[in-house]
């Protein structure tokens, strides 16, 4: 609350159907003031829902979003809101003004930067916990400053009445997902169809839907609720011309809410919708629908025998979890390998996250030859091979069994992309419904099968995968290139990895690769200073020793590919990655010449620098927790599971950025128990080997928040007893933090407010502890009002 007498009143900016915006003036400086309409301030709803409006603005807090000043009354007649004055107005004006000078339509640096900034400010608020709904984005509520900058806006009133009759008018309903207006449930995706829309607008300048005329009169307009339900409407692209944001587009505007991207993962494939019944050969359409890619085809029959044919279901062998229903309540992970062998999971949820509820392991002569499996499953496949190479063994069990599979020498014959069909029928007449997402590739089917020791790994470690771990429990694996403690056999063949199109993609020339002085070594590998096409780079590679390992250099490729798929101006940019050979492989990432931050800590230390937090301590901070936010929100979280100074590194100006996600961080996973080097950072959970998610950063994160204090290691003042001078053995510290027993140290110089963010983040129970959303808007609020 704030003084209502210091608040001038000017002009009116806008009318809403509850309330009305106008300009004015607060302790000197322009603001936005926002009032209820005279009408609306005698009921007792409108004051109630513009109080709730007042009370999530004042938890909002992030660049993206327009700055929350205060409310102010004397009375219930003079209730206001003061926001940030945005001089640039609102998107759809600039729209307007853009249409009617004929600027022309298609995207310019300016306006993909506009949708950039919506992007940032959805993920911001879907990433928080519980995650905030904006449930009216539109060009009208997207603000802009002088530069063209854009913040979201309008998070009260006038959302929630439209929410009311949202169904029954026109306004915002031009934005709104067909589930909304279905009156259905709906969750964060409503909001990414909006976006999509609006991104329509950037392009084309004028309101959505403008060009949709009736089918019986090409000259009139489409009325609103006609156009508003007819979910195989689509914002209109120019023809002729596709861009990436023309997909982007495509991607949020699907009518299944399940298939549109979120809004830290821009989609760039297409969706597919087909439905053909009476069938006469469901082979030859089913070769034809998946040509060029491998499938599996599993026949349900109604009697034992696979008597009275019911359904056929056509898979595709992507070894990743793909949904197989439009409404993407089910799901499967197929695979099939290079000696006709086959696995089919099929799970009763949309994101294989639980034990499958049906699955089977086939060898090639029961694929081939269309064997009864069970007494009532067929199957076969697009690439059948003789019996005399199988060695599989078929099973199936009901969700509550397990179930183990014989690994062989085997290769897969599909590196990626996504298609589902269901080919469904009764009897004779077969009725096919294909869903398909699809990711094409320009490379012919005989490049695409690589050499591996046994079953690929399903890679629940890389955020790249969409499998779940919940899946890989169910599943005896014994893959070269799964990573796990008791894996002690010694790979003989590079994975896959090797020739994936994401690391294909990202290569550079070696020659032109230039190495300088070595800056850090670790246990596996070392970065070197040096230059690729004439700027400084970073250069990482393997010890001499280790390039001789395939499991290694496997690890080294995993970690190239989960960089190459990370993008965010707080962490660390990847380059790309060199080889001529497997002696001179090397990773390129952005040089920070700050160096790291345990570097300047301990430069501090010895220049008896104050402890405590200052600006620039605490903007550090901020910008790891930046890097969390962005991991963590992720479709599939990424978990950087060895955050510490060492690996937070910092530009010339004390700007952070996250870095090291591959081999030392894999290492750290194997020996975490045994040594006391990163353990400093770990969680208790971590280190009593329970299961932990994303919490386990955040105990890490209050580590380091305590190391930007005091400046030295974690726990470096802990004493054996309360006499001895002599500092706490590493196996102690371990002991008593996995017990609770031992925490981190503030000094009194450090603001309250920040010891007990700390002390929330290294919390013994990970469910105390803040999300990473939360620690950032903790230390925005803590920058803009204390440091």
Not at 84 to 98: H, I, P, Q, T, V
Not at 219 to 244: H, I, V, Y
Not at 615 to 630: D, E, F, M, P
């Amino acid at each position: 609350r704030v003084d209502r007498n210091k608040v001038v009143l000017g002009r009116v900016i806008s009318n809403g159907g509850c309330g009305q915006v106008l300009s004015g003036r607060f302790n000197g400086k322009r603001v936005a003031v926002k009032m209820l309409l005279p009408d609306n301030r005698k009921s007792v709803k409108h004051l109630n829902a513009f109080l709730e409006e007042v009370k999530l603005m004042a938890r909002l807090d992030h660049p993206r979003i327009v700055k929350f000043i205060g409310v102010a009354w004397d009375s219930l007649s003079d209730l206001c809101v003061l926001t940030k004055f945005m001089e640039g107005g609102d998107l759809r004006r600039l729209l307007d003004n853009y249409e009617a000078q004929n600027f022309p339509v298609g995207f310019n640096e300016t306006k993909v930067t506009i949708a950039l900034h919506v992007a940032h400010a959805l993920t911001y608020l879907h990433s928080l916990d519980p995650p905030v709904l904006h449930r009216d984005l539109k060009s009208r509520n997207i603000l802009l400053n002088a530069n063209l900058d854009a913040r979201l806006a309008d998070f009260g009133i006038s959302r929630e009445h439209e929410d009311d009759t949202m169904t029954a008018g026109v306004g915002t309903s031009r934005w709104m997902a067909p589930e909304v207006m279905m009156g259905e449930r709906y969750d964060e995706k409503a909001d990414m169809f909006s976006l999509g829309v609006v991104l329509s607008e950037l392009d084309l300048h004028c309101l959505p839907y403008s060009h949709a005329v009736e089918d019986n009169n090409p000259s009139r307009k489409l009325p609103n609720p006609k156009f508003c339900m007819n979910s195989d409407l689509e914002s209109k692209r120019r023809r002729g011309k596709t861009s990436a944001l023309d997909t982007v587009a495509s991607d949020r505007v699907s009518a299944d809410g399940w298939t549109r991207c979120t809004s830290h993962g821009f989609g760039g494939y297409s969706i597919f919708v087909s439905e053909t019944c009476n069938i006469t050969d469901r082979f030859m359409y089913s070769a034809e629908m998946f040509k060029g890619f491998d499938y599996v085809i599993m026949e349900e029959y109604l009697d034992i025998g696979c008597n009275n044919l019911i359904r056929t279901s056509v898979y595709p062998a992507s070894g990743t979890c793909e949904k197989t229903s439009v409404d993407g309540s089910t799901s499967d992970i197929v695979s099939l390998y290079a000696n006709g062998t086959a696995v089919v999971l099929l799970f009763d949820n949309g994101d294989c996250g639980s034990e499958p509820s049906l699955g089977f392991v086939l060898d090639s002569d029961e694929v081939s030859s269309g064997h009864c499996i069970q007494g009532r499953h067929k199957f076969y496949s697009n690439s059948p091979v003789s019996s005399s190479g199988s060695t599989g063994k078929v099973s199936a069990y009901e969700s509550a069994s397990g179930i183990g599979i014989v690994t062989s020498t085997s290769t897969p014959s599909i590196t990626g992309g996504t298609i589902v069909g269901i080919v469904a029928g009764v009897v004779a007449v077969v009725a096919l419904l294909g869903f398909a997402a699809l990711r094409w590739r320009n490379r012919r089917r005989g490049d695409m099968s690589y050499k591996d020791s046994g079953i690929p790994v399903l890679a629940s470690s890389y955020a790249g995968y969409p499998t779940p771990a919940s899946a890989l429990d169910s599943i005896t694996l014994a893959s070269e290139s799964s990573y796990s403690q008791e894996d002690t056999t010694e790979p003989r063949t590079l994975t896959n990895l090797w020739e994936d199109e994401i690391i294909i993609t990202a290569r550079v020339p070696r020659e032109k690769v230039y190495l300088g002085e070595l800056i850090s070594r670790g246990a596996y590998g070392e970065v070197y200073a040096g230059f690729f096409n004439d700027e400084r780079v970073a250069i990482k590679i393997l010890l001499p020793e280790m390039r001789k390992s395939v499991k290694h250099v496997n690890a080294f490729l995993t970690e190239v590919k989960m960089m190459a798929t990370l993008n965010h101006e707080r962490i660390v940019q990847f380059i790309g990655v060199a080889w001529d050979s497997l002696i001179d492989l090397c990773v390129l990432s952005e040089y920070m010449e700050g160096g790291d931050l345990r570097s300047l800590l301990t430069t501090y230390e010895e220049l008896n620098f104050p402890v405590g937090f200052d600006r620039s301590k605490a903007r550090i901070a901020l910008h790891v927790a930046h890097a969390l936010t962005y991991l963590h929100s992720l479709s599939t979280p990424v978990l950087h599971r060895d955050l510490k100074s060492k690996n937070i590194l910092l530009t010339g100006t004390l700007d952070a950025k996250l870095t090291d996600f591959g081999v030392s961080r894999e290492r750290a996973d194997f020996t975490m128990t045994g040594g006391i080097g990163t353990s400093r950072w770990m969680a208790p959970e971590v280190m009593m080997g329970e299961r932990y998610d994303d919490k386990a950063d955040i105990f890490s994160f209050g580590i380091v928040l305590s190391e930007l204090d005091q400046h030295v290691l974690p726990y470096a003042n802990a004493k054996e007893n309360m006499e001895s001078s002599r500092s706490m053995p590493g196996t102690a510290i371990l002991q008593l933090v996995a017990m609770g027993k031992l925490q981190i140290e503030f000094s009194p110089a450090v603001p309250e407010s920040i010891v007990a963010l700390g002390m929330a983040c290294v919390a013994v129970d990970p469910n105390d502890r803040p999300t990473a959303a939360g620690a950032l808007y903790k230390l925005h609020t803590i920058l803009e009002r204390e440091l």
